[in-house]
Nanobody
Framework: QVQLVESGGGLVQAGGSLRLSCAAS????????MAWFRQARGKEREFVAA????????NYGDSVKGRFTISRDNAKSTAYLQMYSLKPEDTAVYYC?????????????????WGRGTQVTVSS
């Protein structure tokens, strides 16, 4: 298993930007596909972005395409989610997830490793 810790959440005005980080430990980071999901209060978990384990393929949820970018730094064992043009509807708890040697899946049950989440609040 790999342990994941998110950081970088906070309060931002609409139109602003944030960068979330997900620090991993416990296993060889480069062997894991990384993903971000989010869950707003009272709503189901939603896929945000994923990056395949070899780092060559990405996948984005329709609501964030063109605004969010997922990346990774294998030397730092850290994944990132750069968020631009934030909207109030982006408000949610953002979770980092990892799965051993898989592609950039948008299906949350396929991920066995999860962080505790970081809150992102976008004010209008």
């Amino acid at each position: 298993q790999v342990q994941l810790v998110e950081s970088g959440g906070g309060l931002v005005q609409a139109g602003g930007s944030l960068r979330l980080s997900c620090a991993a430990s416990g296993r060889t980071f480069s062997d894991y596909a990384m993903a971000w999901f989010r869950q707003a209060r009272g709503k189901e978990r939603e896929f945000v972005a994923a990056l395949g384990w070899f780092g060559l393929s990405t996948n984005y949820g329709d609501s964030v395409k063109g605004r969010f970018t997922i990346s990774r730094d294998n030397a730092k064992s850290t994944a990132y989610l750069q968020m631009y043009s934030l909207k109030p509807e982006d408000t949610a708890v953002y979770y980092c997830a990892a799965q051993y040697r898989t592609g950039p899946s948008s299906s949350w049950p396929q991920y066995n490793n999860w962080g505790r989440g970081t809150q992102v609040t976008v004010s209008s």
